[in-house]
């Protein structure tokens, strides 16, 4: 039983950062049909952000105090949104209109053009966080759960609650809903198109880096490299859900989280891979537009 | 235009046909006359390796002053002939030809083992007996080479280190972890074999991906299974985050680590409460050698404080068995030089004891078990 609590908490901190990063690929491949594989780099910048403002703003060992680390986060959402709304404006919007495969390319060129500006930044090492958190938490049925890993899933948790109130209760998530239904339309109904396209990437790209920083700062090391895997996966989970919904982005990561971590716990951990993927393309197979895809399909 | 190509590639041709008389001419003047030993020194002194090859030059460069300064061997003094093999099969051949051809007495050197598989041969061929500090990889002793010995120990060695420590502490049930590379699954290969032999049971045999942060899962079922020991035989960037989540998990039992997690960053990386305790099983570097304290700051002196590489040590213990071997055979001819290192019995050096068994590998293996305390590594035994 306690076994079985533990690996559903551990399988939830890891579908947590897998739905937030999901996100930013649905938004946007939702709204410009675009696959953005720069976007587990956003996550990777994001990490670094926040490790670099830590470390400017002197957090220590002891943490630095809860507020001071929800500030960082903040303010490395911020900053690193602005960068994904740059990289929007600079490498995707002059190749809207062109075919998809070119944007197709380029997002993989602004994919090594971040991993490796990156690694000129801060350098090919792995670095460290300059925090430690506390190991403190409570047992629940047998199994530990730290504040921490708490705290992860709740923060996580808020910003998809506010996520899905922006899209379905504002007027700029409506114009997002309704670029993806059609965006001639749109522009003809004289909705400004780039500035909300241009919004659907800071959002991606800070909910990305919200999921960098705390996972800066849960697992401790950071690293010029460490969007590329987690990006293939998040990316998985979005397809999982159903590329383009929103709450199937969130659905896909819990459950691929869930699906890796029952994996390891069952066939051990050279398998985990296997099973996660031989369970997506199962339910690919028997629902090729993802869980919850419906939509994607009518906007084809 | 075809023509000019080809007065081009004649002018380059007797160019270069000069330039390599003249390297042959210097050279032969710069060899060993009468009174000298001409020793070469095969290293990866260009290229990505080449930090590690200069840190084992000067180790032997030193080693070779020490001799000279007291004496020299057999009445003569050691002269050092350095060829690049730049970590590379090709230019390893081309640099052992070279050090054939400048008559060398025997060779001291080879770090990867990529290199130092072709060189060996290139060696055994002329009959010179080579001295391999660094490289260790178990396809050199399986040559077969007579001329050939390794004072590093092998992959099997450090299994068994670890497996031995463990059975002293009583711990039977044993998991192993390695990262899906070569080199590490090759080491829990070996400790399966090593640990079950000493009376112990593998209890779980897992694999990481080193690419990921969160190994949550794979410690929670490990967790479960109350080990006695782990054994992570991963590089460090892993080895440090297992460490930790380890640590906030609970889990039972001693953790090991191999020596691809003998680095600072491990501490840095587990952060230094998590990581107390933690054992590596390594070749010890100068400065966790008993006895070799004068080693280093001889060492920091001649070479602007500068701290010895990870290979240093072994380096100057190699140059020390070669001056020795000659002196007992009182002679410089190969074949009395090759017998003389071959019946090398318990030669005191730094941190090593050095005999060598049938397949000219260490007899007792000079892996030792480290543990960190209070945030720093310490000899554990």
Known sequence: ?300 | MKKWGSVIVAAMLTLTLTVAGCANQGSSTGGADASEILVGVILPVTGNNATDGKDMQNAIEMAVKKINDSGGVVGKKLKVEVADDGCDPQMATTAANKLVSQNVVAVVGGYCSGATLPSSGVFKNANIPMIVPAANSAKLPAQGYDTLFLINGLTPDQAQTAADYMAANQAKKVVLIHDNSAYAKDLADFAKASVEKSGGTVIAYEAINPEEKDFSALVTKIKGLQPDATYFTGYYAAGGLMVKQFKQKGVSGLFFAGDGSFSEDVIKIAGADNAEGLLITATPTAEFIEGAEAFTSDYKQTYNNLAPGPFSALSYNAVNLLADAIGRANSTDRDAIKKAIKETKDFKALGQTISFNAQNTLDNSNFAVLKVTGGKFTLAK
């Not at chain 1, 739905?19 to 587990?40: D, P, Q, R």
């Not at chain 1, 703003?57 to 709304?85: E, Q």
């Not at chain 1, 909705?191 to 790209?205: D, E, P, R, S």
């Not at chain 1, 979005?238 to 896909?252: F, K, Q, T």
């Open chain 1, 1 to 300: 039983m306690d076994i079985l609590v533990q690996t559903l908490a551990d399988g939830l901190v890891i579908g947590a950062f897998y739905s937030l990063i999901a996100l930013g690929y649905t938004m946007v491949f939702g709204i410009i049909k675009l696959l953005n594989f720069a976007h587990g780099d956003l996550y990777m910048l994001g990490a670094f952000v926040g490790y670099t403002l830590l470390s400017v703003l002197g957090g220590d060992s002891s943490g630095g105090g809860l507020m001071g680390i929800l500030i960082v986060l903040l303010l490395t959402m911020v900053i690193v949104g602005v960068i994904g709304m740059g990289i929007e404006r600079v490498a995707y919007r002059p190749l809207l209109l062109a075919p998809r495969l070119s944007i197709l390319i380029t997002a993989i060129g602004v994919s090594l053009f971040l991993e490796n500006g990156s690694m000129i930044v801060w350098g090919a090492q792995y670095q460290v966080y300059p925090l430690q958190l506390s190991h403190d938490g409570i047992s629940l049925l047998g199994a530990k759960i730290t504040y921490v890993q708490i705290g992860l899933v709740f923060i996580s948790a808020l910003l998809m609650l506010g996520l899905h109130l922006f899209i379905n209760r504002s007027l700029y998530g409506k114009a997002m809903r309704a670029i993806a239904l059609d965006q001639t339309a749109c522009h003809l109904m004289g909705i400004h198109v780039h500035k909300v396209i241009g919004l659907t990437f800071f959002i991606g790209a800070s909910l990305a880096a919200g999921a960098g920083t705390m996972a800066g700062a849960y697992y401790g090391t950071v690293n010029f490299m460490m969007g590329f895997v987690i990006g293939l996966k998040a990316f998985t989970a979005a397809v999982l859900g159903g590329i383009g919904s929103i709450p199937g982005a969130m659905l896909g990561g819990l459950l691929l989280g869930m699906m890796e971590t029952a994996g390891t716990f069952i066939f051990g951990g050279s398998w985990k891979d296997v099973v996660a993927f031989s369970l997506l393309i199962m339910i690919l197979v028997l629902k090729p537009t993802g869980i919850m895809g419906e939509k994607v399909t009518e906007r084809m």
